[in-house]
């Protein structure tokens, strides 16, 4: 089992995870972060110690968890001088695992797939953690502790877990981008953002019995090329919306007629 974990990263999942951990019984021995008051901020929500020293890591813990931007797990790696045998895992989505190879002989992935933010708690135990590791008595390692945390624990290799991150991103972090356009065009207009809160958790709400096809509304499901061409004449001013609406029209447009035709 793994019972003490320290974490290299206090960012916004690092944070979240922790904070599991620790809820969990799962001692967080250490908190790295290259910015020592973050550290420190982290560290004292779960009685860690800190340090933003990469040479000064304790060295004896269960398990090391690299939970930082993917440009940086590199860097990380390079500067680490961990015992060989010491098992540690990165939580990136679209990195694979062979990355840590030649950096220790027990080594692999525990990937959290949920949106995470520093100051909103997260309840984890809903959250799809996705682990991987180099060899069956690591994997269980990860299960285990990933089973404390979580109901919902799937074993994903690198490229599934690639094209899951590509699909996040089009499923949350390309549709959050919408709702910060939405809130633009209403806030030109003195309107509030608030109006549309609603209807964004009756979207998300539907999706639990409908599939997404099944769900999609609006003038460019059934083509109602009048309403879009007054709301393109309204974005005239703002070019780069235009596009947007017209390519995501076309494409709900192309995708709905698919579906309509692998009905029948």
């Known amino acids: 089992m793994i019972n003490n974990v320290v974490l ?10 922790a904070l599991a951990l620790f809820e969990n019984g799962i001692q967080v021995k250490q908190i790295y972060s290259r910015k020592l008051e973050t550290a420190i901020e982290l560290a004292g929500k779960v009685g860690a110690a ?13 398990l090391y ?15 680490l001088s961990l015992n060989e045998n010491m098992l540690i895992v ?24 949920q949106t995470l933010s520093k100051y909103r708690k997260a309840d984890f135990s809903v959250v799809p953690v996705c682990i ?53 065009i209403l806030e030109d207009k003195k309107l509030n953002f608030d109006l549309l809160k609603p209807l964004i958790l009756e979207t998300a ?37 235009q596009k947007i609406y017209s390519f995501v029209s076309e494409s709900i447009f192309q995708l709905q007629q698919k579906h309509n035709h692998d009905l029948f």
């Open 205 to 241: 709400a539907k999706i639990k019995t409908l599939g997404p096809v099944e769900a999609q509304t609006g003038p460019a499901t059934r083509n109602d090329t009048a309403t879009i061409s007054s709301h393109l004449k309204m974005l005239q001013d703002r070019p780069e919306f």
């Open 132 to 184: 991987e590791a180099n060899h069956p008595s690591n994997l269980m390692k990860l299960q285990e502790l990933a089973g404390r945390l979580s109901d919902s624990v799937h074993q994903i290799s690198s490229v599934e877990r690639k094209t899951l991150h590509l699909a996040a991103v089009f499923a949350n972090n390309f549709v959050n981008h919408f709702y910060a356009i939405g809130a633009e």
């Open 50 to 62: 800190f340090t933003n020293n990469l040479s000064q890591l304790i060295s004896d813990a269960d």
């Open 90 to 113: 990165h939580t990136a989505g679209s990195v694979p695992m062979e990355i840590l190879d030649g950096f220790s002989l027990n080594y692999g992935v525990f990937y959290p797939l």
């Open 65 to 79: 968890v690299i939970a930082v931007k993917d440009l940086a797990i590199q860097e990380i790696l390079e500067n």
């Open 8 to 17: 290299i990263g206090a960012g916004n999942l690092a944070t979240q995870l």
